[in-house]
């Protein structure tokens, strides 16, 4: 990792810590508000999307070790190593042999989606557990479904 993205990356980790700090250090009784609550998810996303990670728990658990250990070049190291380990996985499945596998060892979709490249939403999740439950064996076309959506879930919302 160059000098200058080591630099960034070690800022947005710096200012994720500030904002968690801000979040834990308000008295129970007072409002946090969502834009501080906000302000710290996307920064969790940033920051996995430096690593070319998705937004899934288990990536998400790395990062938020740092809220305990404050040890931000600790971070920076499990950040690689696990973005090394999923790329391998990327490399060698294919998205719709991962949804086969998730439905089959029934995984939790708000953990698969995001690797897939799908973001969780209640439609996504809707889709996913239709495969779950078996009401239909077509994965391919549910994914497409999944992928077609992508560009519309602020309007399913609204629906």
Sequence with gaps: MDSKKLIKIKKELNDYLKIAKKINNKPA?????????????????DILEYF????????????????????IDKTIKRLNKVSKKYSIIQDTSSRLEMLKNAIENREDGMSILPKMGIRTHVYTIFLYKLLILDMTSDYSEILNEMDLAQNHLNDLGMI
């Design 29 to 45: 009784k007072q409002d946090i508000g969502s834009n501080l609550i906000e302000r710290l998810f996307n920064k969790e996303i």
């Design 52 to 71: 070319n990670l998705p937004d899934a728990e288990e990536f998400l658990l790395v990062l938020r070790k740092l809220l305990v250990e404050d040890d």
